[in-house]
């Protein structure tokens, strides 16, 4: 199968959250399967050219935005294992620093106009380059307009006319809407400005015509799928995901243990695996060093590694965690980054409890690994989560998680039954503070009474797979359906 990604982030080149580590991972785990896969970005100016090698493809490609001809070039490296990511490069849209948003957070006000002509250039290099794919994948609002663009002006292009179209939402809070008149910078016509397609509430809604368009649309986990076909998660998409039917599916996101697993983590200087341990105790003390804790092996960390955003309800624990560190004997460590007001609360919670509370305000990959290994649990009290790629991590370091009951934290974390002393985690309903102090409380008076469960769930959480070998081929049927559903159009 032939198989052009599109997508607005990419480990190693450009990541804001968990779609970079999607778009970095699974097509290395289809490519292992046998497929040629490409990888299509923007060339933000935060993406480090010289390290990745990143050389010049074409030098000229040309785009039609509506009745107007844009220029851009297209460069290109190698994402490893036999995949090739393409770079569209134009500098007035993407030589910036952040992909999305200015030092302040306001959104970039032509991001619209960015995301729109990146993804027409994306499917222009397909054609350029006789490229012809079985599916074109889009990722997010950002590039939803692809399964528009391939029905709406490709439906009889000798090479973009055999493409399905899927579109993957990330994150459905996160639907690209824009002033009506987006329409005729992207060119899909007016008459697809209605409410079952385009139109929302008067704007321009990218990701809702997508979901209309794409042959097969999913999400990254099978409870955040049933939350946004039926209730309030779906941020009004509703109707629309419940209308594609069995169209609609869950897909629960992999990893890459080759970037996360205490055995072989390329950013610790301790390694350890369920077998011998004793790397995460020095994992625990380095991080407690690292982050101005008391050093002691006995007390337990509990860890967040974050954007500070409304989803992952962070300002709930922060309206909590002094009167836990207070009332309990336990650390708390944060890397974060976000909402200024709670890098502000969390940035100075050190000054306020010093020794047991640690914080790192900006964004740190290696520290990001540090806290999986050195925490004993991993705190994620989100509001919504798609899948959640943290949790799964904590899993394979054996730093348990603390989470509330939704989305892919309900479908990857076993609830701690404390009679069998089974489980991998300690999971909460309703989002409050008291349930982040009873849930905390719950999962401490366990370190501390009755350890050996606490060693056994270790182990358990531990030994979970969730590698991208099983999600690949996942993708492959959900890939077949949409090719079939294409025929029979
Ligand atoms: P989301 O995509 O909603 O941010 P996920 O849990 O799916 O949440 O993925 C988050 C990813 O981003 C993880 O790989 C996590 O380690 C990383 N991350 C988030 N914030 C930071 C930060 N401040 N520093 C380093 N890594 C971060």
């Known amino acids: 199968m032939k198989i052009a990604m599109l997508a607005s982030e990419c480990v190693p080149f450009a990541k804001t959250g968990g779609l970079a580590d999607v778009v970095g991972a ?102 350029d380059r006789y490229w012809i794919a079985d599916i074109v994948h889009a990722h997010d609002w950002q590039t939803a307009l692809a399964p528009a663009f391939l029905k709406v002006w490709h439906w009889n292009d000798p090479v973009l006319s055999k493409a399905a179209s899927v579109l993957t939402i990330h994150n459905i809070a996160y639907q690209g809407i824009y002033s009506a008149d987006t329409i005729d910078y992207t060119g899909l016509k007016w008459e697809n400005f209605k409410p079952e397609i385009f139109e929302d509430h008067g704007r321009m809604n990218f990701l809702k015509g997508g979901i209309y368009f794409a042959d097969m649309v999913n999400t990254v986990s099978p409870t955040y799928a049933q939350e946004t076909r039926i209730g309030p998660l779906s941020c009004g998409m509703a109707p629309f995901l419940a209308a594609k039917g069995d169209r609609y599916t869950g897909i629960l996101n992999g990893v890459d243990y080759r970037q996360w697993s205490p055995e072989n983590d390329p950013y610790l200087p301790y390694h350890y695996s369920a077998r011998e341990m004793s790397g995460k105790r020095h994992a625990k003390r380095l991080l407690q060093e690292t982050m101005g804790l008391t050093v002691d092996e006995k007390t337990p960390i509990v860890g967040v590694v974050s954007r500070f ?35 502000h609360f969390y940035g100075t919670l050190p000054e306020r409890m010093p020794g047991k509370a640690g914080s790192y305000i900006g964004y740190s990959e290696e520290l990001s690994h540090l806290i999986e290994a050195g925490s004993d649990f991993f705190l994620m009290p989100s509001r919504w989560e798609p899948c959640g790629l943290n949790q799964i991590y904590s899993l394979r370091y054996g730093t348990l998680p603390i989470v509330r009951e939704t989305g892919g934290l309900a479908d990857t974390v076993e609830q701690y039954n404390e009679e069998e002393g089974s489980g991998t985690g300690f999971k909460f309903m309703h989002l409050s503070e008291q349930a982040i102090y009873d849930t905390v409380g719950w999962a401490l008076s366990t370190w501390y009474d009755r350890h050996e469960h606490i060693v056994r769930m270790r ?31």
């Open 309 to 343: 955003v409304e989803q992952k309800g962070l300002d709930v624990t922060a309206a909590v965690i002094e009167r836990i560190l207070t009332d309990m004997a336990v650390q708390f460590v944060i890397l974060g980054a976000g909402d200024k007001g709670l890098e």
């Open 459 to 489: 182990t358990a959480a531990m030994s979970k797979d969730f590698s991208w070998d099983t999600s690949a081929k996942a993708y492959l049927s959900f890939y077949e359906r949409a090719i079939n559903l294409k025929k029979g159009d």
């Open 26 to 127: 699974l097509p290395k785990a289809l490519s292992a399967l046998g497929h040629e896969v490409i990888v299509i970005l923007p060339l933000y100016g935060s993406v480090e050219v010289a390290k990745h090698s990143v050389v010049p493809f074409m030098d000229k490609l040309g785009v039609w935005m509506g009745n107007t001809l844009e220029w851009c070039a297209v460069k290109t490296a190698s994402l490893g294992d036999g995949v090739t990511a393409y770079f569209i490069e134009h500098d007035r849209y993407f030589k910036r620093d952040e992909l999305y948003h200015d030092a302040w957070f306001n959104d970039f006000p032509d991001n619209p106009r960015r995301f729109a002509f990146f993804t027409r250039a994306a499917l222009q290099l397909l054609r």
